[in-house]
């Protein structure tokens, strides 16, 4: 509780002087809605909020998904394999000199209009940090316990099980936080580039329309999608890494 405190208090002294700010100057709502206005529009239009936010919720696990199931599998074969490293490191770096604006139209050309390129966009920008954070913890693992697992005749999958991925567990889920709050971005390009659904849809929509009210009621829907994978992630990692956290 006391953790939330200072950021709750914090939101709630920002969302008065926003308010106050735009009844001082008298803002319409198509240039700045206040908070008040947002929050009715979230309440009246929390069905249409609702389905689009369930959709693009969608496209973002299963980004995460199709990134752990590629960036696992690779940061263990560059761990192992260190030409490997060296032949693919400057491959991935280059790939996120990419600006996403540029990617998405690509990948919407590959996947369609469908789904699969807005889970495409966040997989490709979850993977990095996935990959990257995951293949240090395994190299920062102590050498003295590779000394002992080598001495003691353990063979390759028993030494992974068993020291290298339990070692490289706080340096995984470091990067998995990361992934998830910026994952929302790679799915909202995608919606926005091509899309019939989801919350960068609606927003484009709406500020087709100067429904800016709305455009922020999405972001306040993305923003707790966000936040709930965070935590999600956080509670995973405590339930997880606990020899972790009693180091901390």
């Given at each position: 509780?006391?953790?939330?405190?200072?950021?709750?208090?914090?939101?709630?002294?920002?969302?008065?002087?926003?308010?106050?700010?735009?009844?001082?100057?008298?803002?319409?709502?198509?240039?700045?809605?206040?908070?008040?206005?947002?929050?009715?529009?979230?309440?009246?239009?929390?069905?249409?909020?609702?389905?689009?936010?369930?959709?693009?919720?969608?496209?973002?696990?299963?980004?995460?998904?199709?990134?752990?199931?590629?960036?696992?599998?690779?940061?263990?074969?560059?761990?192992?394999?260190?030409?490997?490293?060296?032949?693919?490191?400057?491959?991935?770096?280059?790939?996120?000199?990419?600006?996403?604006?540029?990617?998405?139209?690509?990948?919407?050309?590959?996947?369609?209009?469908?789904?699969?390129?807005?889970?495409?966009?966040?997989?490709?920008?979850?993977?990095?940090?996935?990959?990257?954070?995951?293949?240090?913890?395994?190299?920062?693992?102590?050498?003295?316990?590779?000394?002992?697992?080598?001495?003691?005749?353990?063979?390759?999958?028993?030494?992974?099980?068993?020291?290298?991925?339990p070692w490289a567990l706080p340096y995984f889920f470091a990067g998995l936080r990361v992934a998830v709050?910026?994952?929302?971005?790679?799915?909202?390009?995608?919606?926005?580039?091509?899309?019939?659904?989801?919350?960068?849809?609606?927003?484009?929509?709406?500020?087709?329309?100067?429904?800016?009210?709305?455009?922020?009621?999405?972001?306040?829907?993305?923003?707790?999608?966000?936040?709930?994978?965070?935590?999600?992630?956080?509670?995973?990692?405590?339930?997880?890494?606990?020899?972790?956290?009693?180091?901390?």
């Open positions: 509780m006391r953790k939330a405190a200072l950021p709750l208090l914090f939101l709630v002294a920002f969302l008065a002087f926003w308010e106050v700010f735009c009844r001082m100057f008298n803002l319409p709502p198509f240039l700045l809605p206040a908070p008040s206005r947002v929050a009715l529009v979230l309440a009246t239009e929390a069905p249409l909020l609702l389905r689009h936010g369930l959709t693009t919720t969608l496209e973002i696990l299963l980004g995460i998904l199709l990134s752990l199931a590629v960036g696992i599998p690779l940061s263990i074969a560059m761990f192992f394999s260190p030409a490997l490293e060296k032949a693919l490191s400057p491959l991935l770096i280059a790939s996120q000199a990419i600006p996403v604006f540029a990617a998405a139209p690509l990948l919407v050309v590959w996947f369609g209009y469908g789904m699969g390129s807005k889970v495409a966009m966040a997989a490709v920008i979850i993977f990095f940090p996935v990959t990257v954070t995951l293949l240090q913890g395994f190299k920062s693992c102590d050498p003295d316990l590779k000394t002992l697992f080598s001495v003691m005749g353990a063979g390759f999958l028993t030494t992974l099980r068993h020291l290298y991925w709050s910026v994952a929302a971005i790679g799915a909202v390009i995608g919606e926005w580039v091509g899309s019939l659904d989801g919350l960068g849809f609606l927003m484009m929509q709406a500020n087709a329309r100067l429904r800016v009210d709305l455009v922020f009621a999405s972001i306040v829907v993305l923003s707790a999608v966000s936040l709930s994978l965070w935590g999600a992630v956080c509670f995973l990692e405590n339930k997880t890494v606990r020899w972790a956290e009693k180091k901390r």
